[in-house]
């Protein structure tokens, strides 16, 4: 099976630096990528930087090797292009059908899925000629990512930042395995999701917890933002990810706490989604000090019950508010994972619920993720092993058609 072929455009903009990044993300991962860049990028990072990442190649010009008609023919034969960072000047000219340099040239050939990933200050995202352009671009099938929050030259922040590398070969990864993974259906909607695992004190030092990473929940919000909601994403434990671009994360420890966040973010939310794996017990009462072990037999632990929180907010919910559930699951001597699950949906009464077989290797700590899609109204889809954004893109299908 051949490489996936990956034209990797880069503007003139002082992100351009995060491009040799996600340039080495996508190589390692097992992508072809030529690496296209504008002139003015090459102010930024030098051609060596990209040819040595790259093994191949690197032009600006559609007059470089013109008997192979490189303008065309990159193009045609891409699988993807991903274009990070996008300025504003280069997504004008792409909006204008401008073909002056090799990027241009090829984005006009490619029939492929094309992802814009911008940077620029604020001001210049804000602009209604830069709005327009996106809205242009995106009416055309061009996915243009919401870009982040935070620092940007000088002194300035606000949104306008590129991306994290990892969050764009994340999404660079879905649209490969789905083209139509990212459309605009959750414009103007409001979702929030919840992501980890919580962590129920024992002592200063210890807790009791459980093996979720967060990857799943993290990549339900992510996928949701691109797909132009507005999202809060309650986080509790996970592991060392960054912050979706264009989400808000409150961040939260014990069940308890997840508890409160839930309910102060889903008032008024079109879609609640928990895919946080919520500790059942907590110690009775936590110890202020480190307990020590001196020799004897431990005390018996003991533990109270959580609240349920997914059953509370589909207790809660509002009219027209899609509740998802997510439940981890192990066969036993009763039924396997399937059966378990389609009992957990009947016993909490939300819309839809993902379920995951886990053990083995499934479903915590890893990349992938595989499982069934539930629906109250007794539909049963089954989720193919992808990616963990290629499984929200799925959950967000669903709910997006019951908010339709």
């Known amino acids: ?37 504008t002139a003015s990028a090459l102010e930024f990072v030098g051609a060596a930087t990209f040819e040595a990442l790259s093994g191949k190649p690197v032009h600006t ?12 023919k990159l193009g045609q034969e891409a699988d993807l292009v991903v274009v990070a960072p996008a300025t504003a000047d280069l997504m004008a000219r792409a909006a204008s059908g401008r073909a002056d340099d090799l990027l241009t040239a090829s ?32 009416s055309r099938g061009v996915v243009v990512m919401e870009p982040a929050s935070g620092r940007l030259t000088g002194k300035d922040t606000g949104p306008g930042r590129l991306p994290d590398p990892a969050e764009i070969a994340e999404v660079a990864r879905l649209l490969l395995e789905r083209a139509d993974a990212l459309p605009q259906d959750l414009a103007g909607r409001r979702v929030v999701v919840s992501a980890g695992g919580t962590r129920e004190a024992l002592d200063p030092v210890r807790f009791l917890g459980n093996r979720s990473s967060g990857r799943q929940g993290y990549a339900l919000a992510r996928v949701a933002a691109q797909r132009c909601a507005a999202v809060t994403l309650v986080a509790a434990h996970t592991a060392d990810l960054g912050d979706p671009a264009a989400v ?42 480190k307990i020590k072990k001196d020799g004897s037999e431990p005390a018996p632990l003991a533990l109270a019950l959580n609240p349920d929180i997914l059953a509370e907010l589909v207790a809660a919910r509002e009219p027209g508010q899609v509740v ?37 290797g499934q479903a915590f700590e890893v990349a992938d993720n595989a499982g069934w899609l539930l629906g109250a109204d007794g539909s049963e889809t089954e989720l193919a092993i992808g990616s963990k954004a290629l499984l929200a893109s799925r959950v967000w299908d669903a709910v997006a058609s019951r908010l339709a």
């Open 1 to 37: 099976m051949n490489s996936p072929s990956v034209l990797l455009g880069v503007a003139g903009g002082i992100a351009a630096y995060k491009s040799a990044e996600l340039l080495r993300r996508l190589t390692e991962t097992g992508h072809s990528v030529r690496v296209l860049p």
């Open 61 to 72: 010009g559609v007059f470089a090797d013109v008997p192979s008609v490189p303008h065309v």
């Open 107 to 138: 984005l006009l050939t490619a029939r492929c899925p094309v992802l814009f990933a911008p940077a620029m200050h604020t001001e210049m995202w804000e602009h209604p000629a830069t709005r327009a352009n996106v809205a242009l671009l995106r």
């Open 248 to 289: 808000d994360v409150v961040r939260v420890g014990s069940a308890l706490e997840m508890r409160d966040a839930m309910r102060a973010a889903g008032k008024g939310a079109d879609a609640v989604v928990m895919a946080a794996a919520v500790a059942d017990f907590r110690p009775v009462a936590a110890a202020g000090h």
């Open 324 to 360: 998802v559930g997510f439940a981890a699951e192990t066969g036993d001597s009763s039924g396997g994972p399937l059966h378990h699950g389609r009992a957990k949906l009947a016993r909490k009464g939300c819309d839809l619920l993902v379920v995951n077989a886990v053990g083995d």
